[in-house]
């Protein structure tokens, strides 16, 4: 016979998870930062306050009791330095200022002011692997070959002939040499050409860099994400690499000898006098390497942000059994020693909702909330990118001229270079690019969703009409109201923070299941991660009376088995 069990959700964070409390042990080493929820936000598209179509600092300041009302108690801001946009602002070209399109210090000062007055902490982004080529710094240095800029970057001179190959990630053509007439020499630029590489060999170079991250935690900031650090060290004799090399880039680039030197030094002047935490953009290329670069003991980084999850997802799709596989993996070798970050999406990434959930009407908001509660159930700190708490979707420009991304606009010239199918190469971008995830913030059903008054600097989604902050806050049932629930949920049950996680149901093909247990408290996680109805039974499992929290009406149990509707999730206290 089936038993439906009513959702109590807002009856169930009062009494279900406060029953038991577990202590957290002292061997977890507690720590503001792996109890934060940080909630990442892209400046440029969060809120326009003054009309000139770009998201601000003051927008952000305006939309304080949003941002609180999500329960999240860190923000990640991506980059707000002055820079010439060749790269949204990974492209610094002033790591003291604020760019004037966000505003000024004095803004920030209040930002800052007013998020710890909220109890918000605040991670900068910091983009030191390179600057912009509009750096003072770069002036210089591509000025004179005697200026004592010069060894802040890498330079090849012609007269030693082509420099080896170097593969670049945005350049039109790949290459990561860009020739410079005025001292008859090449410099280096993993990245876009506008972005040219920081010699990490050089002292002053490194002491500049800590000089300019103390400014930051003098004033107060409590944390600093670093950008594409994991590739700063580099063999400066650059020796020709295999053929085909760029096809596995990340295995000649990243943590090369040398960086865990920087990172050290990095951490005596920076990290650990000011308190900051860190977070590893990339985290190496295995455990072994992800722990060198976060164990406590090692005294260098702090959080480990690994890119295996979020890469689960290819262009048709992925694969259930990959991502349990994945986020297992790393949670097992996590388990002891060291810190992780949770994350699905972020500015690099397509939206969420349709790349690991289901965006079409029917779905899109029990998929949503399937993924929120997985972000928020798991162990390490979780990160959610703006938008994802409304299930906000891809927009899917299909024209090139549409993109502005460097990474989409060169990415386009490189295929056409290549000569490769042109027609295909922009399906793909539709569905992939990046700027999937950049359209401004929808927290109106108004055209421009608002969030500006004027002409916004991206195209906003037209889904803002069924999408919205607004039409969220007012429905209970809705991927919102859910998430500030999770949130809730999350910051009152360390279990959730600490506690240990256990796979189960390994092979099934629709369910994700795990549990985490802190001393006597357990609780189960199901996630049916298709559109059909899926059963499982937990074994040996005795199920609490009631869900802590689900997505769904109610709970369907026949006999054993749990019967759960198309992405239903459920998080359930197992005593
Ligand atoms: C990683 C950042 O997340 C990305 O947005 C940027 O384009 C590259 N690093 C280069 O800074």
């Not at 964070?13 to 409390?21: H, I």
């Amino acid at each position: 016979m089936r038993v439906a069990l009513l959702n109590l959700i807002g009856l169930l964070l009062l009494t279900g998870c406060q029953t038991k409390q577990a202590v957290v042990p002292e061997s977890q080493q507690q720590a503001w930062w792996k109890e934060a929820i940080v909630y990442q936000i892209y400046p440029r598209s969060f809120q326009d306050s003054n009309g000139d179509g770009v998201g601000d600092l003051q927008g952000i300041i305006d939309r304080l009791d949003y941002i609180e009302s999500l329960g999240i108690n860190a923000i990640w801001l991506n980059p707000i330095y002055p820079s010439p946009n060749a790269d949204n602002g990974y492209d610094v070209s002033d790591y003291r200022g604020i760019a004037p399109e966000f505003g000024d210090m004095e803004t920030f000062d209040r930002l800052l002011d007013e998020l710890h007055k909220r109890g918000i902490k605040l991670i900068m982004d910091v983009v030191v692997n390179h600057s912009s080529d509009e750096h003072p710094w770069f002036i210089a240095s591509r000025s004179d070959v005697n200026s004592p800029y010069r060894d802040y970057y890498h330079w090849w001179p012609a007269s030693k002939g082509t420099p080896p190959y170097r593969y670049s990630l945005f350049d039109a053509k790949g290459d990561a040499w860009k020739y410079d007439s005025i001292t008859d020499a090449y410099y280096l630029h993993y990245f876009a050409d506008k972005q040219p590489d920081l010699n990490w060999e050089n002292p002053a170079l490194r002491q500049e860099v800590y000089d300019l991250m103390k400014f930051w935690a003098q004033k107060g900031v409590d944390g600093f994400r670093l950008d594409a650090f994991q590739f700063a060290a580099k063999d400066t004799t650059f020796p020709e690499l295999p053929q085909g090399y760029e096809k596995n880039f990340i295995q000649y680039y990243a943590m090369q000898p040398g960086l865990h030197d920087y990172l050290k030094e990095m951490n005596q002047q920076v990290f650990a006098p000011y308190g900051v935490v860190s977070v590893a953009e990339g985290a190496g290329r295995s455990f072994e390497e992800a722990h060198e670069l976060v164990d406590a003991d090692r005294q260098e980084l702090q959080m480990a942000y690994a890119f295996d999850g979020v890469d689960v997802a290819k262009y048709d799709g992925y694969s259930l059994a990959t991502l349990k596989k994945v986020f297992t993996d790393w949670d097992r070798s996590f388990a002891e020693k060291g810190w992780l970050s949770i994350f699905l999406s972020n500015h690099d990434q397509a939206r969420l909702v349709s790349r690991y959930g289901n965006d079409t009407p029917e779905h899109r908001v029990a998929s949503i909330k399937l993924l929120n509660t997985f972000l928020l159930t798991m162990r390490g700190t979780p990160y959610v990118y703006y938008g994802d708490e409304l299930g906000m979707t891809n927009i899917g420009m299909d024209r090139i001229e549409e993109y502005q991304d460097v990474a989409a606009v060169n990415g386009y010239a490189k295929a056409k270079f290549m000569g490769e199918d042109l027609d295909q190469h922009m399906k793909i971008l539709a569905k992939t690019s990046r700027e999937n995830g950049r359209t401004p913030m929808q927290w109106t059903a108004d055209a421009m969703a608002g969030f500006t008054e004027g002409n916004p600097w991206m195209k906003i989604n037209p889904n803002t009409a069924f999408i919205n902050v607004q039409d969220q806050v007012a429905d209970p049932s809705s991927p919102l109201n859910h998430f500030k629930s999770l949130t809730q949920l999350r910051k009152k049950n360390p279990v959730l923070v600490y506690g240990a996680y256990e796979l189960l149901a390994e092979d099934h093909p629709q369910v994700y299941a795990y549990t985490r247990t802190l001393g006597e408290v357990s609780c189960l996680v199901v996630l049916n991660f298709s559109d059909q109805t899926a059963r499982w039974a937990p074994i040996g499992l005795s199920l609490g009376a009631q869900p802590w929290i689900n997505s769904a009406d109610q709970l369907t149990r026949e006999g054993k088995e749990l019967i759960l509707a198309p992405y239903q999730s459920v998080v359930i206290p197992l005593n």
